[in-house]
């Protein structure tokens, strides 16, 4: 079945997360080095057909694009370029950082192992997909 991967996208990692293939749930995949995101996909394409990109727009308190959102802009273009036929589409990601830490934090995970920002990255990811999720069903 077709998955929906949503990602958080960062200068040097990136976040990425799926959704179940009844898209009621995402999951948190993994963190990939920015410069590799691309053969990423492609390869993770090639195993699962992917219906759709979710990925975080990083905006301000007052819904204006932050100094950030450049860079997601560029990355989108080439996204666009490498995956025509895959739609992406923008979600809000004020706040999932802060929410990623709490989640970390409530299942458990210890200090030095929240520290790790690759599992923040990823599990932002997954609130970011979660929310495309939840409001689009």
Do not use: C, W
């Not at 799926?18 to 990939?32: E, G, K």
């Amino acid at each position: 079945m077709d998955r929906i991967l949503g990602i958080d996208y960062g200068n040097k990692r990136i976040g990425v997360a799926v959704s179940d293939p009844l898209r009621i749930f995402a999951s948190a995949l993994d963190t990939v080095p920015s410069a590799n995101i691309i053969v990423y996909l492609q390869n993770y394409s090639q195993k699962e057909t992917i219906e759709r990109f979710v990925v975080g727009y990083p905006r301000n308190m007052d819904n204006t694009p932050s100094q950030a959102a450049r860079l997601v802009d560029d990355f989108i273009r080439l996204l666009n370029k490498k995956f025509p036929d895959i739609p992406v589409t923008l979600e809000d990601e004020r706040f999932t950082s802060v929410l990623a830490h709490r989640a970390l934090i409530d299942s458990g995970v210890k200090k030095m192992d929240r520290r790790d920002k690759s599992a923040v990255d990823k599990v932002s990811a997954a609130i970011i997909l979660q929310t495309y999720l939840d409001r689009t069903h």
